[in-house]
Every structure is written in structure tokens, then in C-alpha cells.
């Protein structure tokens, strides 16, 4: 059966974002787009914010030129499943009782009783940490057809406006599927229609940028005087411990052989006849680029220096490790390669790329795991909020053909989405580390328990958070979560460190990087 959906315009134009989430339902079979209906002239977004990537005017006369323009007193006349509110204003109640589903609208922030903001900019204007977006079935009862939550940027509405456009750009063809498929929606909301906008005056505006500017300097001077320095623990405990929230590691933190000039993260382990062989990334800050090095690990004796595993040039990090028909394969990242690929050591003891498992896709932190007798594949995108959105893959066999999951991206969750470890089962029970960025890059980790994983559906919910290992030298943050065996885990952490050494070369980035947007 068709479904049949109109697109409520602004004068016959949408932002960026919204087509995109148009052209993503005109690619489903089955669905026809009626009519364009047009709600006349909206306010303007504050700070010329227009011009963020995401908010630029699309012109559907173009794009979509045998379509029926109609009024709004006209649209129950066009039998509509739904209508898509491609503004950033609610309809009045005879528009949504006009389709058999509602209008479905975006919210990009959370409206209060006493008026809605400008869309993603409440959130700055009271200091919150996350932005939640969300796209709403405007009907009786009113529910929330998905949820997207991003870090909200202090420094910039134009950037936090734009990250949260594009978070939501999947929500609507993800909803349709869900609606297709008989899933039953989420929460259910309040029935009244949401608040109408607030005109902000120019002393609520002036303290807005202010507030800004306060947080642009914060960020200015922290990232020209500290960086992030990273080492690798071991745990005497299995993962299935970390499940526990009374649960206080003992982490025996391994020796650092060049002081600031490199630090290792992303620890996975593979058991060797004494203890563990160590996989890690092996930053250079002095190259600004991270390679693999591995680290031979035995109870009660010294650690030798980590040894170059793979260097190809390029930055590589996260050396997943993979088993499969008796052999090892590693899974690194190397998203600049736009590519997931296995690499295997030779008779020589080099290891090199074997099989190229995912192609023209910029994954982050890819993990595989065989469950429920199939393969899947769990990564982020540099692409698009590469903290926020989660893409998953399934195989038949290991070296492929990977498939992407229909719902992809499965989620958009700042605070539990980009892969941080080994998936671990326990008690037949799937659980998958993610990291926690909603106090920015490698503040936390949070255990997912995956709920539902078949080729159609994806669901999990977050059972528990790891915050950073309190007492450690290493206390500012973690990121990696390892099934080490033989009841042990390694993870990382992270401690801020003064370096003025780097000062110089951090002023004359940020001068070019000045130089660039005002010479362009």
C-alpha cells in the first residue's frame, strides 16, 4: 500500500537538512510525496545562522516541479498519511488533524511552557551539555517518533544549529520505516501543540553572544596550553565486572618510555604463552599522527617499550582485534582510506592489508563481534557527528559481503554510540562498550545491552556508565573498554598536562587557520 505524505514549506523552500530527510523518503519504495503546502514566511533564524551547512534554502520548484502547490485549508482533501513540517514553527490544530498520522516536526531543543526558543539555541543560553532533537507525531495522543542527542557547542550557535540539523536528517525515513513495519513509537507526549516562538530582545541577544564568546575563550586558552596525554591499565577482573556500578578497578598503569612526545590508547589484548601481547595506538604528537605498536605484558615482570606494528603514513588507531578459521586478522582504523579493511602478518612477521571488508565509508572505531550466527559490525562516520551516529553491518562470513543495516544510523546518542571496546556477552546476553562524549571527546564510556539485533531492527538501552578512574593519575577521562582473558580487562585513560613547549606551534595554526577564513 502507497504511503502517501505533503512537505510543509516556508514559501516553497526548505533548509538543506530537511530535502535531505525528503530525499531519503522519495528513495523508499512505496512512497509518493502529494503536494508541497505552503505556511507562507517565517521568522528569520537569529545571527545570520542561514548560512550553516545544513540551513541553506533548497528550492523545491526545482527539485520537485510537477508537484501540487496547495494552501493549508486544502490539505484534507489530499488523503495524506502525514505531512513532513519542514519549518522551524508548529501548524495550527486543523493542519494536523489533515493526515491519518499527524504532522510529523522537528524540535531542535527543548521547548518550554513559556515559549519556544530559536531552534538549538536554548540549550547554549542555559549552559546544558546536550542538545536534544527530536521529530514529533503532532496528533492525539502526540508521541516522539525518534530522538537524536548531540554535545551542545558553547562557542557557536551557528556550529550547534547545524550539528543538530543534521543529526535529525534520518529521523523522518527511520520513523516511516518503523511505521511500515508495525513497530510500536516511543514516548508518549503531552497532547496540547507546543509553544509558539519568543521574540528575544536585544539585552537577551547581547547576553547570548557574551555567554559565547566567555565559553570561545575558555576553549581558546585551554586548547593552546593543555593537551591530552593517554596511557593504558590493566585490570585484574573480568569485563563483566565493569556491569557492576559499586565496581572500583584496580588499575595498574603501564610504563611510559618517551614522556610527552608520545602517549598509547586504544588497548585491545591477544594472549600470548606468558600473558598478553597489548594492541595499541601509538600517538606521536611531534607528527600529530597515531600508527600501531604492540607490547609484550607478563605478571611480575618489567615492560619493555612498545614495537612498531603497523606504519603506513597515514593515522591509524584502534587495533581491533579480529579470530576467524584459526588465524588473527587486526581491524584498525583508517578512516582517511574510507575504508574497513583486515590486515594479516606474513611469514615474514609484517603485517599487511588482506582483505578489504567495507569500501567508500569513513568508519570510526570499527568492531566486530559473531553473535546470534551471524557477523556484525559496529562503527562511527567521520562524515557526519562522528561522536553521535552509530552504523551498524551484518555478514554472513567474515570477509563479507557486509550489508548496512536498513535502519542506519541504527541511533544518534552523544552519550552512547561511537564504540569504545570488545563486545561481551554474559548470560547469552550481548553488551557492547560505547563512548560517553557528552562531556566532550574521552570524557566517559557507557555499556550498552543490545535489546534487539536482526537485519531489520536494532535496539539497545544503556544499563551503566564509567566515569573516569578516580584516585588514578590517569583521572580526567577513559574511552576503550578490553576483554583481556584469563579474568583480566585493560582500558585507558586520560590526564590533562600542562606542555608550553607547544605554545608556538599551536599559535601559528590558529593564526593560519584565522588567515584562511579571512583571506578566503
Request: neutral net charge.
Amino acid at each position: 500500500m502507497e504511503i502517501r505524505y505533503a512537505i510543509l514549506a516556508s514559501e516553497e523552500t526548505v533548509c538543506q537538512a530537511h530535502w535531505r530527510s525528503v530525499e531519503q523518503l522519495q528513495a523508499l519504495g512505496g512512497v509518493a510525496c502529494a503536494a508541497i503546502i505552503q505556511a507562507g514566511e517565517q521568522p528569520a533564524l537569529p545571527f545570520r545562522a542561514g548560512s550553516a551547512a545544513g540551513c541553506r534554502p533548497v528550492d523545491l520548484r526545482a527539485q520537485l516541479p510537477a508537484l501540487r502547490r496547495v494552501d493549508v485549508a486544502s490539505a484534507s482533501e489530499l488523503s495524506l498519511d502525514f505531512i513532513l513540517n519542514c519549518t522551524f514553527l508548529s501548524p495550527g490544530r486543523p493542519l494536523i488533524e489533515a493526515a491519518a498520522h499527524g504532522v510529523w516536526m522537528f524540535f531542535y531543543g527543548n521547548p518550554t511552557r513559556e515559549g519556544a526558543w530559536p531552534p538549538a539555541w536554548g540549550e547554549i543560553d542555559r549552559g546544558e551539555l546536550l542538545t536534544h532533537i527530536t521529530l514529533s507525531r503532532l496528533s492525539d495522543p502526540a508521541v516522539v517518533l525518534g530522538e537524536c542527542v548531540i554535545p551542545t557547542d558553547r562557542t557557536s550557535y551557528r556550529t550547534n544549529l547545524q550539528n543538530a540539523l543534521i543529526a535529525g536528517i534520518d529521523l523522518p525515513a527511520n520513523a516511516l520505516k518503523n511505521l511500515r513495519a508495525g513497530r510500536a513509537q516511543c514516548v508518549s507526549l503531552p497532547a496540547e501543540l507546543p509553544p509558539s516562538r519568543v521574540q528575544l530582545s536585544f539585552v537577551r541577544k547581547a547576553r547570548f553572544l557574551a555567554g559565547m564568546a566567555r565559553s570561545w575563550a575558555v576553549v581558546q586558552i585551554r586548547s593552546m596550553f593543555v593537551s591530552e596525554d593517554w596511557n593504558v591499565g590493566i585490570v585484574e577482573a573480568p569485563i563483566a565486572r565493569f556491569l557492576d556500578p559499586a565496581f572500583r578497578p584496580d588499575v595498574t598503569w603501564l610504563p611510559r618510555y618517551h614522556g610527552r612526545a608520545r602517549f598509547i590508547a586504544d588497548p585491545f589484548a591477544v594472549p600470548s604463552n606468558n600473558g598478553l601481547t597489548v594492541l595499541v595506538e601509538e600517538f606521536d604528537n611531534n607528527r600529530y599522527q597515531g600508527f600501531l605498536s604492540s607490547i609484550d605484558w607478563a605478571p611480575g615482570t618489567a615492560v619493555p617499550p612498545a614495537r612498531v606494528m603497523i606504519d603506513e603514513g597515514i593515522h591509524m588507531s584502534y587495533p581491533f582485534p579480529v579470530k576467524h578459521g584459526g588465524e588473527l586478522f587486526l581491524m584498525p582504523e583508517t578512516q582517511v582510506r574510507r575504508e574497513v579493511a583486515l590486515y594479516r602478518r606474513d611469514s615474514t612477521g609484517v603485517w599487511r592489508r588482506a582483505h578489504q571488508l567495507i569500501s567508500d565509508f569513513a568508519a570510526l572505531d570499527a568492531t566486530a563481534v559473531r553473535f546470534d550466527g551471524r557477523w556484525w559490525l559496529f562503527c562511527g562516520s567521520q562524515d557526519e557527528l562522528p561522536e553521535c551516529k552509530l552504523y551498524v553491518f551484518y555478514s554472513d562470513d567474515l570477509f563479507g559481503p557486509w550489508i548496512p543495516h536498513p535502519m542506519n544510523p541504527v541511533k544518534c546518542d552523544a552519550r552512547s554510540s561511537r564504540p569504545g571496546g570488545t563486545p561481551f556477552e554474559v548470560d547469552g546476553k550481548l553488551y557492547r562498550p560505547a563512548q560517553d562524549a557528552s562531556h566532550g571527546y574521552g570524557g566517559a564510556l557507557t555499556i550498552n545491552l543490545v535489546k534487539i539485533l536482526t537485519p531489520e531492527e536494532f535496539e539497545e538501552e544503556a544499563v551503566c556508565s564509567i566515569g573516569p578512574i578516580a584516585g588514578s593519575l590517569y583521572n580526567d577521562g577513559l574511552h576503550t573498554l578490553s576483554t583481556a582473558g584469563g579474568g583480566r580487562t585493560l582500558i585507558d585513560g586520560k590526564r590533562l598536562v600542562f606542555t608550553p613547549e607547544r605554545i608556538p606551534r599551536r599559535v601559528l595554526h590558529k593564526l593560519r587557520r584565522l588567515g584562511q577564513v579571512l583571506f578566503r
